[in-house]
Every structure is written in C-alpha cells, then in structure tokens.
C-alpha cells in the first residue's frame, strides 16, 4: 500500500481547477483518457481506483499539524515570524478566508471525496467477487474525508455518488452540517456490515475502523447513547483491539501498525518530494516540519521547529506519568543526558520562531539507516496512528458519562488508559458526573497530545473560547470557506459567520 500509487486515476476538484488556453490550440484525440467507456471494466481495475483513494490519506498529515496549532497545545514556531504565514495566523486565530494551507486543507480532503466518488459513479458496472468489500471500503474513505471537512468548514457542498464536475459549484448548495453527518452515518453502517474485521492488506480499512469513526461521528454531535453502544460493541467484540502495554514503543518504527492502531496512514521514504509539490510526497511531511532545528544527535533527524509544545502542556502531565517523555522531547535535558554521543560531541541544535525548548516527540523525525529521495526533511516514513484503540476507550468513556448512561462503565475505560499510562491503579479516578466528564477531557488531552484532536475536542465540548487564545465564539468554531471557492460559486455559497 505504501509504494502501490495508481497514476493513471487523476482527481479533479472542481472547485479549484485551472485552466489554459491558446489562439492556435489544435483539437486532437487524447492518447489515453479515462470514463465510463474504457474503465471499471475488471476488479484490478477498481482496486488501482481505490488505491487511488487511499493514496490522498498521506495528505492528511496537513490536517494533523495544523489542527495541533490551533489548539493551545503548540505554538506555530517555524523559522520566523512570517515562516508559512497560515500557520502563523491560524496560531493567532487571525486567519482569513485568504489562507494557502487552509485551503489545502479543502483542496486535498475534496480530492479525496471526488476519488471515492468515481468508484461509486460506476459501482454498478462490473460485477466480481469481493466487490462489497471494495465498495465498503471505499465509503469508509468517502465518509473519513467528509468527517474531515465538516469538522473543519461545516457544512459543505455534496453530490451523492457522483463526482464534481465543471458548473457544479454555481448550481449545488452547501448541504448542512446535519446532512453532512448523515451521509457519513449511512457511508459508516455500510462499511461495518461489509468490511472485513480484518484487513487484507496492511494499511487498508477494516470493520473495526469503522466501528470506531462511527462512535466518533456520534460524539462529535452528542449523540451519546448511539456513540455508547457502537463503541462498546468494537470494545467487547472477540479478536478487537488492545492497549499496546509499553507505550513507549506506540510511535516508532516497531510500533507500526500494531494491536492499538485502528486506522494507520501508511508513509514511506521510497519516492521524495519538494516544496513545490507537499502533496506528491509519500512521505510524512508533518514530521519533517515538527523536527527540532540544526539537530545533529543520536535517535533524531532535524527539521523546521513546527508545532511547538508549551511549557504549560508539558507541565500538564504528573510527573510519574510514562506518556510525558515519550510524547514531549524536553530538548535541553536530552542533550544533557547526551553529552557524547559521537566522537566526544554532545548533541547540538538551532532555536526557531517562539522556541519553548519542547518537541513533538510522537512525529519527530528518526534517524534512518538509508537516504531517502528528494528533500529528507519531507519524506520521512513515520506512520500517523489516525485512530488509536486509546482514543475508542475514552470517547467510549464520555459517551457513557455524559450521556448519563453508566458512569462505572465510563470509569473503567478512563482508568484502563491511567493504568497503562503509570504502571499502575494507585492514580486511578474515582468520581461520577461532571467531575468525572472533566477528568475524561483532561486524559484525552494528555493520551492524545501532539495527535491533532485537541482543536476539535474543544470546540464540540464548548470549551475553546476559555482554553485557546484569541479564539472568538461563534466565529472560530469553524474555518473560513477559501476566498476561491466562494469566488467561483458566483454567490452560491456563503461564508462561514465572521469571515
């Protein structure tokens, strides 16, 4: 899945394509186009499309970094102040309807609908065994984009199975976050009762993820008893998922795709990429960015000082919690504890924009044994854990909590993420109601710092307006619609409020 990239199946979103033209351009018959006509003929036909659609989850690493920056997790750091200026304002909850990442964001996660799109255009054409997987699969990656982009922009424009195309964004209205949802509930049931539990290939979707997307879904609009019960069914199911014991091991190279990784995007350092073109890496370029800066040391590569933790994050954990260390590198007591590692040089680094002297540990760049192509800093292999069997336990526990359904319950699965984090039941919680909801919120913040949830975790609890500077209610809660997209639907389409 890694290296298996199909060129052939080209994504076009409609809303931000670009045309050229000439006086003496010559009409002529296209070497090798691809419709309805000449494709979707044969199943390896519909698993190069659906590679095709997988391929667009390594673009998400965009989403992860920049959704860590706006919460109060990390600061922007960078190089400078005006180093990738959308992070920079995005960071400072100054960011416009004019910002080049952000619409990235659109761009890539439309590209990703539109891909899965084709598929179901023509779902009907071929018959073969096993397509209901194939189909399952590939509404499992329509509704993980569509999760994407409503959590981002809300409510947004949607064509049932059908691809976008020329004239749509003038004639097709944004649907509403509720329609939004329903789509991916409905994309969602299907996948669970036609995936498999178990993935056919390493990488690929399984029933269990979309058990835990689902209960995910619910959650995000306080449907609590339905996230509860489809949440506690991936939980108690036979041959599920576990807590990987030593989490020290979660995110390196070993750890990959292991018991805990419910939905794993699958990077690799085989083909490079460059600033012109992020999105052509297979790398993970998120971890090249949130490297520390000028690092010359054992266990790391460096990078551009990207997605600062603060000091007050760090400080966020007990000190006799495992998880502090492993996901924060506190760079000056490392290169104290490494004051000769090579040739009787000690570990040396630069300091970037707003240095707090802490990293991202979970997505810092490893060393590697062989070079990879293209910039190093932009093709490292490192898999991102999208969702983690830790994540299911502790929306498994709010659901059950806030949704005044079983508090022990909830309990249970609190206290099961606690005791992996120290070792044992001495720092278990013991409380019921909103104290206990405010000790679930504290431990995902804790369990999945550095992962991107944080921004997201806030705003639907309505909490983002006390914890995140600058952040302004009933405008923030959401991002701005590109200045392009709205431009291009000819007044269709309004902005989101406060733009």
């Known amino acids: 899945m890694k290296n298996n990239i199909f060129k052939a199946v080209t994504a076009i979103v409609v809303f931000t394509t670009f045309f050229s033209c000439s006086d003496d351009f010559i009409e002529r018959k296209p070497a090798y186009s691809i419709d309805s006509e000449n494709y979707f003929n044969s199943k390896e036909e519909y698993d190069f499309a659906l590679i095709a659609v997988y391929d667009i989850l390594q673009s998400t690493y965009v989403n992860v970094l920049l959704g860590e920056i706006a919460s109060d997790n990390t600061l922007a750091g960078g190089e400078s102040q005006t180093d990738v200026i959308g992070f920079q304002q995005v960071d400072d909850m100054i960011h416009t309807p004019v910002n080049s990442n952000l619409r990235d964001v659109w761009n890539w996660m439309f590209a990703g609908v539109n891909r899965a799109n084709f598929i179901l255009e023509f779902k009907d054409k071929t018959d073969f065994e096993g397509k209901e997987q194939v189909i399952a699969e590939t509404r499992f990656l329509r509704a993980y984009f569509h999760f994407e982009l409503v959590k981002w922009f809300g409510g947004i424009p949607m064509k049932g199975d059908a691809r976008f195309k020329l004239g749509d964004e003038k004639s097709i209205p944004r649907s509403t976050k509720e329609e939004v ?35 995910k879904a619910y959650l995000y609009q306080d449907k609590f008893a339905e996230s509860a019960a489809v949440l506690e069914n991936l939980i108690t199911q036979t041959g599920g998922y576990s807590l990987v014991q030593d989490y020290t091991k979660i995110f390196e190279m070993e750890g990959e795709n292991g018991v805990e990784s419910l939905l794993e995007v699958q990077y690799t350092d085989v083909e490079g990429a460059g600033f012109g073109c992020l999105q052509c890496s297979e790398g993970n370029v998120a971890v090249g960015f949130m490297g520390v800066r000028n690092f010359d040391g054992p266990l790391f590569s460096s990078g551009y000082s990207f997605n600062i933790p603060t000091a007050e994050t760090y400080n966020a954990f007990d000190a006799a919690d495992k998880r502090r260390d492993v996901a924060i590198l506190d760079i000056a007591a490392f290169a104290a504890a490494n004051t000769s590692w090579s040739n009787g040089n ?9 240095d707090t002297g802490y990293f991202n540990r979970k997505y810092l760049p490893r060393k590697r044994s062989a070079e990879a192509q293209g910039d190093l800093n932009l093709t490292n292999p490192n898999n991102y854990r999208a969702i983690r069997y830790a994540d299911v336990l502790l929306m498994a526990a709010e659901a059950f909590n806030r949704g005044n359904i079983d508090d022990a319950k909830a309990l249970g699965y609190l206290n099961q993420v606690r005791r992996r984090a120290f070792g044992d039941t001495n720092h278990d919680i013991n409380a019921t109601g909103s104290t206990l909801t405010t000790f679930i919120w504290q431990e995902r913040r804790l ?3 550095g992962e991107g949830h944080r921004f997201f975790d806030l705003v639907r609890t309505g909490r983002a307006a006390i914890e995140i500077d600058g952040f302004t209610a009933n405008k923030n809660e ?8 709205i431009q291009f639907s000819n007044g269709l389409w309004q902005q989101n409020p406060g733009y």
């Open 181 to 215: 949802y329903a789509s991916i509930e409905a994309d969602l049931l299907y996948a669970i009762d036609n995936l498999s539990p178990t993935a056919a290939q390493t990488g690929r979707v399984t029933k269990g993820a979309a058990q835990a997307l689902l209960g």
């Open 346 to 354: 000690g570990v040396t680094f630069g300091q970037g924009n707003e």
């Open 447 to 449: 369990e999945l710092v």
């Open 478 to 485: 959401v991002f701005p619609i590109p200045f392009e997209e």
